[in-house]
């Protein structure tokens, strides 16, 4: 990996007009590639690769406060490589810090995997949703696997209507391609994207436009026990905010050290979970989303957990908080400014931000960005008290449920 080489490019000079990305009027033709990228911050229990990733380096000292961005990029498009030889190369301002370029590859085709005769599901799962210091009437949802897998689905299931929009895929594009690949190389925490990018291939026009936004800034947040049992979490605006979303995921343990009772939360007061809200929002579905109360609008600051929510998963909490940004949309050739004229752009490209913190809350410990404390430890809002002496309890068992949370922990702490 070259980093700090100058990089020297000639951008070929073409009129590139900014315009929403696929928003095509009839008449229009689709364009023959289609570009997308999504940039990324994200910071406390999350920002170092991932739950265990950010949990073993915070257990080693490394602390809380760790930035890292992350970077998708998709290229789909409506032709066959020429020659039959697919490439694709994304070159990047030298500040990007990946070398001379990126290379896109076409992804290996999904191996199918014979289906497992699973267990008989068992246990709960108890749907929150909305900010306040305690859920109305109707909350939770209780969903009963047991009785879901025996075709008893209970009234007043959450869903989403929020739809994911990578843009290219490989589905709906002739020759697709993405990164990150299998380069090894990654976006660092000091990497900037502004500047000139050109994206060229052996099955696309030559793609070339320049960025004017960067990464988001990293959130900062911190939570507090409300004397109603509720939780405050409090956060700093972040520049180019079009929206929030806060998210909690929790549980409690069961008999004999297994998984009890699994519990989620979500800000969004319309009960939106999943399908797009965990991806990238455009500014234009963010103030939709805002206006219909799925999202928190962009001058929000807080937000509180109802009480309910904590008391239902004392064990345990793993909680996230999105800031979804800003969009950059670009086209060629520019639309004609005569609306009735059919416009047949040769390309689209768009990039979107957000910026992401989460936290995990368990008996005793806790881990997330700087400044947040354990709640175990709090007494009321801003008011801390002496750490107690852990006890040794079955936590790193029922952790162990839910992915590689467990096996870190090892056998938990129970507090006070």
């Known amino acids: 990996m070259l980093i700090g080489r100058k990089l020297r490019l000639a951008w070929v000079a073409v009129p590139v007009v900014v315009v929403p990305m696929a928003v095509l009027a009839a008449g229009d033709?689709?364009?023959?590639?289609?570009?997308?990228?999504?940039?990324?911050?994200?910071?406390?229990?999350?920002?170092?690769?991932?739950?265990?990733?950010?949990?073993?380096?915070?257990?080693?000292?490394?602390?809380?406060?760790?930035?890292?961005?992350?970077?998708?990029?998709?290229?789909?498009?409506?032709?066959?490589?020429?020659?039959?030889?697919?490439?694709?190369?994304?070159?990047?301002?030298?500040?990007?810090?990946?070398?001379?370029?990126?290379?896109?590859t076409i992804p290996p085709r999904a191996e199918e995997t014979p289906d497992l005769l699973p267990e008989k599901p068992k246990g709960r799962l108890l749907i929150f949703w909305g900010c306040g210091e305690h859920a109305p009437k109707g909350q939770p949802v209780i969903i009963d696997f047991a009785k879901v897998a025996a075709g008893q689905v209970p009234p007043g299931m959450p869903g989403s209507a929020v739809i994911r929009d990578w843009g290219p895929t490989a589905e709906n594009s002739r020759t697709f391609a993405r990164?990150?690949?299998?380069?090894?190389?990654?976006?660092?925490?000091?990497?900037?994207?502004?500047?000139?990018?050109?994206?060229?291939?052996?099955?696309?026009?030559e793609i070339a436009f320049t960025l004017a936004r960067d990464f988001m800034a990293p959130i900062t947040s911190t939570t507090a026990k409300l004397p109603s049992g509720a939780s405050r979490l409090t956060w700093t605006g972040v520049p180019g905010a079009t929206a929030w979303l806060a998210f909690v995921t929790g549980g409690k343990q069961g008999p004999g050290g297994e998984m009890g009772d699994?519990?989620?939360?979500?800000?969004?007061?319309?009960?939106?979970?999943?399908?797009?809200?965990?991806?990238?929002?455009?500014?234009?579905?963010?103030?939709?989303?805002?206006?219909?109360?799925?999202?928190?609008?962009?001058?929000?600051?807080?937000?509180?957990?109802?009480?309910?929510?904590?008391?239902?998963?004392?064990?345990?909490?793993?909680?996230?908080?999105?800031?979804?940004?800003?969009?950059?949309?670009?086209?060629?050739?520019?639309?004609?400014?005569?609306?009735?004229?059919?416009?047949?752009?040769?390309?689209?490209?768009?990039?979107?931000?957000?910026?992401?913190?989460?936290w995990m809350q368990a008996q005793g410990m806790e881990m997330g960005a700087a400044g947040m404390t354990g709640e175990g430890n709090e007494g009321e809002e801003g008011e801390k008290k002496p750490p107690c002496k852990p006890k040794k309890s079955g936590l790193g068992g029922m952790l162990g449920g839910i992915g590689a949370i467990g096996g870190i922990v090892g056998g938990g702490n129970k507090g006070c």
Request: aromatic share 8%; charged share 15%; proline share 8%.
């Open 262 to 358: 699994m519990v989620m939360w979500t800000s969004s007061s319309d009960r939106q979970f999943g399908g797009g809200l965990a991806d990238w929002v455009s500014p234009e579905q963010a103030a939709s989303l805002v206006k219909s109360g799925t999202l928190m609008g962009p001058a929000t600051t807080s937000c509180a957990v109802p009480a309910e929510v904590i008391a239902a998963s004392p064990d345990f909490r793993v909680g996230t908080l999105t800031a979804f940004g800003p969009q950059e949309s670009f086209a060629y050739p520019p639309r004609p400014a005569d609306t009735k004229v059919a416009w047949k752009p040769d390309w689209t490209a768009r990039i979107r931000h957000r910026s992401t913190t989460s």
């Open 29 to 104: 033709a689709a364009p023959i590639a289609r570009y997308d990228m999504r940039a990324g911050t994200v910071s406390g229990f999350g920002s170092a690769g991932g739950g265990m990733g950010a949990a073993m380096s915070m257990m080693m000292g490394g602390g809380g406060s760790q930035v890292q961005h992350e970077l998708y990029l998709r290229l789909g498009s409506a032709q066959a490589p020429a020659g039959g030889k697919a490439r694709a190369d994304h070159f990047m301002p030298p500040a990007a810090k990946l070398g001379k370029s990126v290379a896109l």
């Open 179 to 205: 990164w990150p690949a299998e380069d090894h190389k990654y976006v660092k925490a000091d990497s900037s994207l502004v500047g000139p990018h050109k994206v060229v291939s052996s099955y696309t026009p």
